[in-house]
């Protein structure tokens, strides 16, 4: 099964809201390089399909820490299926269209040649998160914990105050979850290349 074959059936899975079919043919469609697209242009997922890559990893590690017993019976964290594929496969959707395929000169074996590499033009500079919250609510309603943690999901290195991010976390958990299985599918899941 291709990485776009397994990110539809999981989607299809557990999305089911209103809007949900509409905003599934968007990726899917002409006007979305969604399953083609790289996570990053030099880190995570550098590479086509990287995206996708990245959201199913994301999605897998969510589940995964959602599913400990302290995170349940402690931290009180008990999300439907639905929310958590939304926020996990859905969370960098503003990285769709911005990645550009160009080629620069790297010296190989004491040779200059040309390298593929990608370079990043977003034409909606809108911020990350926030982005990926205004590009799905057109199609689907995302309840205040959804939006909060796809907006929220860089933790501490989005370029926001500190402060609205530990309240993010402190009020909206699903925030903090979802940051915790970026991070973790960045760092020890995606490949780079």
Same mark, same amino acid.
């Given at each position: 099964?291709?990485?776009?074959?397994?990110?539809?059936?999981?989607?299809?899975? +557990?999305?089911? $809201? =209103?809007?949900?079919?509409?905003?599934?043919?968007?990726?899917?469609?002409?006007?979305?390089?969604?399953?083609?697209?790289?996570?990053?242009?030099?880190? *995570?997922?550098?590479?086509?399909?990287?995206?996708? &890559?990245?959201?199913?990893?994301?999605?897998?590690?969510? @589940?995964?820490?959602?599913? $400990?017993? $302290?995170?349940?019976?402690? +931290?009180?964290?008990? +999300?439907?299926?639905?929310?958590?594929?939304?926020?996990?496969?859905?969370?960098?959707?503003?990285?769709?269209?911005?990645?550009?395929?160009?080629?620069?000169? @790297? /010296?190989?074996?004491?040779?200059?040649?040309?390298?593929?590499?990608?370079?990043?033009?977003?034409?909606?500079?809108?911020? *990350?998160?926030? @982005?990926?919250?205004?590009?799905?609510?057109?199609?689907? /309603?995302?309840? $205040?914990?959804?939006?909060?943690?796809?907006?929220?999901?860089?933790?501490?290195?989005?370029? =926001?105050?500190?402060?609205?991010?530990?309240?993010?976390?402190?009020?909206?958990?699903?925030?903090?979850?979802?940051?915790?299985?970026?991070?973790?599918?960045?760092?020890?899941? &995606?490949?780079? /290349?």
């Amino acid at each position: 099964m291709s990485k776009k074959e397994e990110f539809i059936e999981i989607y299809k899975k +557990y999305i089911h $809201r =209103d809007g949900a079919k509409e905003f599934l043919d968007y990726l899917t469609g002409k006007n979305s390089d969604f399953f083609t697209a790289p996570a990053s242009t030099r880190f *995570h997922g550098n590479y086509s399909g990287g995206l996708v &890559d990245h959201s199913i990893h994301v999605f897998y590690c969510l @589940k995964d820490y959602l599913q $400990r017993t $302290r995170v349940k019976d402690i +931290y009180g964290m008990d +999300y439907s299926d639905e929310s958590i594929a939304i926020v996990a496969l859905l969370h960098d959707v503003c990285k769709i269209n911005v990645y550009k395929e160009s080629f620069r000169n @790297k /010296k190989v074996n004491g040779e200059w040649v040309q390298v593929p590499f990608y370079e990043f033009e977003d034409k909606m500079p809108y911020g *990350h998160g926030e @982005k990926s919250v205004y590009m799905i609510t057109p199609f689907m /309603k995302l309840s $205040r914990e959804e939006a909060f943690a796809i907006r929220y999901h860089m933790g501490f290195s989005n370029e =926001d105050s500190p402060k609205n991010v530990g309240y993010t976390f402190e009020h909206f958990p699903l925030a903090f979850a979802l940051s915790t299985a970026d991070m973790e599918a960045t760092y020890f899941c &995606d490949e780079q /290349k």
